[in-house]
């Protein structure tokens, strides 16, 4: 079946970076882009952005440019989501969904999600 | 801070009909860009509800649909069931933002 699951959970400092990975399965891989959403506890859903695992094409959400990288890794079907100077507002739940191709059919499937606290 | 703006909460009896709202501008829905519907239940990742406006992927009831008019979209949920409550997302596309996709601010749905 088609799924993606995620990295374990993570705790870091501030200022440090982290890095989620999402595997892919059940689908080829290279059809469909990634997207990354981030859900502090208690709030809503936030778009971080999208990464094209066809030709790596990619849109940073503008709260996170200069701050985020998202790649994939076509040998593995594994997307990678790496956030720097980590801060204790980025302790949140980051979800990898499959999302296009296109913008008609959403984000589909999700993974289950990785926690990321930050803290001193 | 979301661009798409939801109620915080709506409520109704099992086996009521009970819509949310989700309201944009001209740069988002009114432009045309495609509104899809999430639902998250406590503690789970969100599940597409409803695509392309008013699509429904396999597996999602009937109970459940989408509609969109000029700035605006909803999602219908009729014959409220107990495992509808949850929390629902709206989300779209926005061509004055760097970076394109947005979420709505987000409903709670009680069964009461």
């Known amino acids: 079946q088609v799924q993606l699951v995620q990295s374990g959970v993570e705790v870091k400092k501030p200022g440090a970076s982290v890095k989620v990975s999402c595997k892919a399965s059940?689908?080829?891989?290279?059809?469909?882009?990634i997207s990354w959403v981030r859900q502090a506890p208690g709030q809503g859903l936030e778009w971080m952005g999208w990464?094209?695992?066809?030709?790596?094409?990619?849109e940073y959400a503008q709260n996170f440019q200069g701050r985020v990288t998202m790649t994939t890794d076509t040998s593995t079907s594994t997307a990678y989501m790496e956030l720097r100077r980590l801060r204790s507002d980025d302790t949140a739940v980051y979800y990898c969904?499959?999302?296009?191709?296109?913008?008609?059919?959403?984000?589909?499937?999700w993974g289950q999600g990785t926690t990321v606290t930050v803290s001193s | 801070q979301s661009v798409l703006t939801q109620p915080p909460s709506v409520s109704g009896a099992p086996g009521q009909r009970v819509t949310i709202s989700c309201t944009g501008s001209?740069?988002?829905?009114?432009?045309?860009?495609?509104v899809h519907w999430y639902q998250q239940l406590p503690g789970a990742a969100p599940k597409l509800l409803i695509y392309?406006?008013?699509n429904r992927p396999s597996g999602v009831p009937d109970r459940f649909s989408g509609s969109k008019s000029g700035t605006s979209a909803s999602l219908a949920i009729s014959g409220l069931q107990a495992e509808d409550d949850a929390d629902y997302y709206c989300?779209?596309?926005?061509?004055?933002?760097?970076?394109?996709?947005?979420f709505g601010t987000g409903t709670k749905v009680t069964v009461l």
């Open positions: 969904a499959r999302d296009g191709p296109g913008t008609y059919y959403g984000m589909d499937v």
């Open positions: 059940g689908y080829t891989f290279i059809t469909y882009g």
């Open positions: 990464v094209s695992a066809y030709d790596g094409n990619i």
């Open positions: 001209s740069s988002n829905i009114g432009a045309g860009f495609d």
């Open positions: 392309g406006d008013n």
């Open positions: 989300q779209s596309y926005d061509s004055s933002l760097s970076g394109s996709h947005v």
